[in-house]
């Protein structure tokens, strides 16, 4: 991986990288919890870069498109910033930015699950076990 050597407040020298693994820069940007869930998402085909699906391995570079599939709905970004280290909500923020198009399909999608939520009918009570390893199943996470 190449990197930048530069000068914080301090005098200390510092490396910038210009290349950082894509399943660390997921986790970092808050996309995903773990990096092992970032991975994860690579393998099964939830992540591309420049419209080529992504292994966890792929270096990313400021001024690539990704696109991502996670809980949160359906995104495609422009990495603006590269970090490897997970930092506060507000600073992940920065390191990306949302094309206006994903953010109007993704709050439409919010929108559309709200409304048909009065729709449905509540369960009668907690699903059973065999209930719930479908469900689990279902979601793709065993």
């Known amino acids: 991986m ?11 020298q510092t490396e910038k990288p210009s290349a950082v693994r894509i399943d660390k820069w997921l986790w970092a940007a808050r996309f995903f919890k773990t990096r092992a869930l970032a991975g994860k998402a690579c393998d099964l085909g939830r992540i591309q870069a420049n419209s080529l699906k992504a292994k966890p391995s792929r270096d990313v570079h400021a001024g690539d498109m ?6 949160g709905g ?10 490897q280290m997970r ?4 600073q ?4 990306y930015r949302e ?3 994903s953010r109007e399909a993704r709050l ?10 009065q729709y449905a009918p ?15 199943q279902f979601r793709g996470r065993g």
């Open 2 to 12: 190449a990197s930048h050597r530069s000068e914080d407040a301090t005098g200390a």
């Open 99 to 101: 094309t206006e198009a």
């Open 74 to 83: 359906l995104f495609q970004i422009e990495v603006l910033k590269l970090s």
């Open 108 to 117: 439409k999608v919010i929108e559309e699950r709200k409304a048909m939520q």
């Open 87 to 90: 930092g506060p909500a507000a």
């Open 122 to 136: 509540l369960p009668e009570g907690r699903p059973s076990k065999r209930d719930r390893r479908r469900i689990i």
């Open 92 to 95: 992940a923020q920065t390191l």
């Open 66 to 71: 990704l696109q991502i599939e996670n809980e």
